[in-house]
T-cell receptor, first 115, second 116 residues
């Protein structure tokens, strides 16, 4: 069974600084997708970034980038130039590329932005 | 236009009651999901439907019965509500997995259910 682990229940960062959120996962599959979702106080689940396992290049979306280490099964999220609106719960999620399409989520990291 | 919508957003009810949560997506997706987020924020899949057919049922009590009248709708009916059912329920949708799709799952705004 696949598992996703986020070892940092809470993180904080000064506004305009950079922060990295950790995620590791366990799977025997070689083809899969990884995601970071953001959940602000409004509760909406918002896709931040996704990574396809067969791509070696790390995904980037503006201030958000990932460090995908397939051999280590690690998928960290880097947020550059942190903004107050980045404050939220961040969830790492895994999905295999075939068959059962469910997302398996980590337990989340609560990110606080310090003005 | 809202891509994935859920009604109601809030639901407060007494133990033992029966309630339904509705979900609709206008993305043209073929697969829809229900996730439950407990008080510790942990998200877990409950059900998944592809073209109105159940494809995932993750050991959810049979008091929970999803119904998909068409591929744009996936409703969740809960019988005999219990205190432990209090949670936030999220609907999501994605493109047809049988096509080997790489589509992301898009989530609705969630329904906060409180059972008293």
């Amino acid at each position: 069974a696949q598992t996703v682990t986020q070892s940092q229940p809470e993180m904080s960062v000064q506004e305009a600084e950079t922060v990295t959120l950790s995620c590791t996962y366990d799977t025997s599959e070689s083809d899969y997708y990884l995601f970071w979702y953001k959940q602000p106080p409004s509760r909406q689940m918002i896709l931040v970034i996704r990574q396809e396992a067969y791509k070696q290049q790390n995904a980037t979306e503006n201030r958000f980038s990932v460090n995908f280490q397939k051999a280590a099964k690690s998928f960290s999220l880097k947020i550059s130039d942190s903004q107050l609106g980045d404050a939220a719960m961040y969830f790492c999620a895994y999905r295999p590329n075939f068959g059962n399409e469910k997302l398996t989520f980590g337990t989340g990291t609560r990110l606080t932005i310090i003005p | 236009d809202t891509a994935v919508s859920q009604t109601p957003k809030y639901l407060v009810t007494q133990m033992g009651n029966d309630k339904s949560i509705k979900c609709e997506q206008n993305l043209g997706h073929d697969t829809m999901y229900w996730y439950k987020q407990d008080s510790k924020k942990f998200l877990k899949i409950m059900f998944s439907y592809n073209n109105k057919e159940l494809i995932i049922n993750e050991t959810v009590p049979n008091r929970f019965s999803p119904k998909s009248p068409d591929k744009a709708h996936l409703n969740l009916h809960i019988n005999s509500l219990e205190l432990g059912d209090s949670a936030v329920y999220f609907c999501a949708s994605s493109q047809d997995f049988l096509a080997g799709s790489k589509e992301t799952q898009y989530f609705g705004p969630g329904t906060r259910l409180l059972v008293l």
